[in-house]
T-cell receptor, first 114, second 115 residues
Framework: AQSVTQLGSHVSVSEGALVLLRCNYS??????LFWYVQYPNQGLQLLLK??????LVKGINGFEAEFKKSETSFHLTKPSAHMSDAAEYFC????????????FGTGTLLAVQP | NAGVTQTPKFQVLKTGQSMTLQCAQD?????MSWYRQDPGMGLRLIHY???????DQGEVPNGYNVSRSTTEDFPLRLLSAAPSQTSVYFC??????????????FGDGTRLSIL
């Protein structure tokens, strides 16, 4: 069975500092991995996705993530945090195949301090 | 371009009442799904559908019913509401292409309280 673990339910950074949100996955098959962002009282928006084409994936709003098979990780980073990055971030894994089911992590709430 | 539309946005029910949460998408997506979001638990899959007439259970299906009579619509029914079903419900849709996982598009959610 596939699963996702997000380390740190709350992360706080200063504006301009590096953002690092951690995601580790468990999968018996090559996984498809996603990062989504949720702003208050909104649905989830896709930040980026990994589908085996390249291990370093660039997404929207300056975010990127690196797939590391040896560490079973897919951490999300951004070099310089902006106040508008404050939101909840979800890592998700999918086996692909006949369905498009997503298994989500429990989320990381990012706070950006001025 | 509306994307995924959920109605209502807010609802308060009494224990034992039934209701239907509506979800419609205008992207001709084959795959649709319902999730519930609870604090500290992320999103959990309730039911999903890979096309009209085809539905299946997700991780937490008990107390919920779905049907998919058209590509566009995927309503979620609460048969007899319980306080444990107080949650935020999200509908999502995506293409279902070549066995490669596709990004899902989410609605804005329905915030449901059961008293």
């Amino acid at each position: 069975a596939q699963s996702v673990t997000q380390l740190g339910s709350h992360v706080s950074v200063s504006e301009g500092a590096l953002v690092l949100l951690r995601c580790n996955y468990s999968s018996s098959v090559p996984p498809y991995l996603f990062w989504y962002v949720q702003y208050p009282n909104q649905g989830l928006q896709l930040l980026l996705k990994y589908t085996s084409a390249a291990t370093l994936v660039k997404g929207i709003n300056g975010f990127e993530a690196e797939f590391k098979k040896s560490e079973t990780s897919f951490h999300l980073t951004k070099p310089s945090a902006h106040m508008s990055d404050a939101a909840e971030y979800f890592c998700a894994v999918s086996p692909g195949g006949a369905t498009n089911k997503l298994i989500f992590g429990t989320g990381t709430l990012l706070a950006v301090q001025p | 371009n509306a994307g995924v539309t959920q109605t209502p946005k807010f609802q308060v029910l009494k224990t034992g009442q039934s209701m239907t949460l509506q979800c419609a998408q205008d992207m001709n997506h084959e795959y649709m799904s319902w999730y519930r979001q609870d604090p500290g638990m992320g999103l959990r899959l309730i039911h999903y559908s890979v096309g009209a007439g085809i539905t299946d259970q997700g991780e937490v299906p008990n107390g919920y019913n779905v049907s998919r009579s058209t590509t566009e619509d995927f309503p979620l029914r609460l048969l007899s509401a319980a306080p444990s079903q107080t949650s935020v419900y999200f509908c999502a849709s995506s293409q279902n292409r070549d066995r490669v996982a596709q990004p899902q598009h989410f609605g804005d959610g329905t915030r449901l309280s059961i008293l």
